[in-house]
């Protein structure tokens, strides 16, 4: 079975700070890369960030440059995607993603996506 399950997701003040995190079991981790989306109401589905087997980010969001980072654990299964000094316009349900090929920004090329985790921005 295969499973992508995201978590750490919540309300948010302005400037603050979360750590998402996706446990991927039920596919070769190491083979996949893996990216992360986020959606909000009304909008289209937009790549955040993405990163290779071997650890290396391939490419962020422009407008999350310098605040978020990606994070992998092949060894434990995980992928994290750090957020720091957030904004209301970050609002969104984040999702995960993995693919067995190159990294893209386009959600319609990933094989596997988790539940996605609510984060709201908001004072």
């Known amino acids: 079975q295969v499973q992508l399950v995201e978590s750490g997701g919540g309300l948010v003040q302005p400037g603050g700070s979360l750590r998402l995190s996706c446990a991927a079991s039920?596919?070769?981790?190491?083979?996949?890369?893996i990216g992360w989306f986020r959606q909000a109401p009304g909008k289209e589905r937009e790549g955040v960030s993405c990163?290779?087997?071997?650890?290396?980010?391939?490419y962020y969001l422009d407008s999350v440059k310098g605040r978020f980072t990606i994070s992998r654990d092949n060894a434990k299964n995980l992928v994290y995607l750090q957020m720091t000094s957030l904004k209301p316009e970050d609002t969104a349900v984040y999702y995960c993603?993995?693919?067995?090929?190159?990294?893209?920004?386009?959600?319609?090329?990933?094989?596997?996506w988790g539940q996605g985790t609510q984060v709201t921005v908001s004072s």
């Open positions: 990163i290779t087997y071997n650890y290396g980010s391939i």
């Open positions: 993603a993995a693919r067995r090929k190159a990294c893209s920004d386009s959600a319609t090329v990933y094989d596997y």
């Open positions: 039920g596919f070769s981790f190491n083979d996949y890369r």
